[in-house]
């Protein structure tokens, strides 16, 4: 039953890494829009440093738990 949950969280985590990346390309691309006021892309270049740092906890998150599926 382990197994299965552990391969739940391991697809939920990779889904929320995808999620997260599109979301970093977008405040990226806000962050260098210079048709954007400062404010906005300030905030964009802010979240999208937020959205690779979530990136990277889902997909660590992720490998541990497929080792755990796996093991």
Known sequence: ???IKQ?????S??????TSDASHEA????AKDS???IGDRLQ???NAVKDKADQ??????AEANKQ???H
């Open 35 to 37: 048709n954007a006021s």
């Open 68 to 70: 755990k599926a796996t």
């Open 7 to 11: 391969a739940g969280n391991y697809v």
């Open 44 to 46: 964009g270049a802010g």
């Open 13 to 18: 985590d990779k889904i929320n890494a995808a």
């Open 27 to 30: 405040n990226k691309s806000v």
């Open 1 to 3: 039953m382990d197994t």
């Open 56 to 61: 990277k906890g889902y997909d660590a998150s």
